[in-house]
């Protein structure tokens, strides 16, 4: 019954291993480019605040853009709930 199947060639079995080396790799890696720092000479600064004399900063924005955005979910959310559920795509 299983003399159909046919075993993995060392060929499938070396690029299964070496797939999942590079797998580990990527796993094992990922907090460290993450965690990766620039240094202070190559660090970015932000182009709006370039060529400035002064220490210039930039003013602290409000968060009347994320209630109105959560208010906006809220709604969006309760005209779902109330959406008539016996209502086909056919209407």
């Known amino acids: 019954m299983m003399a ?5 060639t ?13 797998v580990t ?3 094992l890696l990922a907090p460290v480019i993450a965690l990766a720092r620039e240094d202070e000479e190559t660090q970015r600064l932000e182009g709006r605040l ?19 955005f959560i208010g906006f979910l809220s ?3 309760l005209a779902t709930l109330f959406k008539n559920a016996k209502r086909t795509h056919l209407d």
Do not use: D, F, I
């Open 4 to 8: 159909s199947m046919s075993p993995l």
């Open 10 to 22: 060392t060929k499938h079995r070396l690029q299964y291993r070496l797939l999942a080396c590079y």
């Open 25 to 27: 790799l990527a796993v």
């Open 50 to 68: 370039e060529g400035y004399v002064t220490q210039v900063r930039l003013q602290n924005n409000g968060t009347s853009l994320t209630w109105m």
């Open 75 to 77: 709604v969006l959310c």
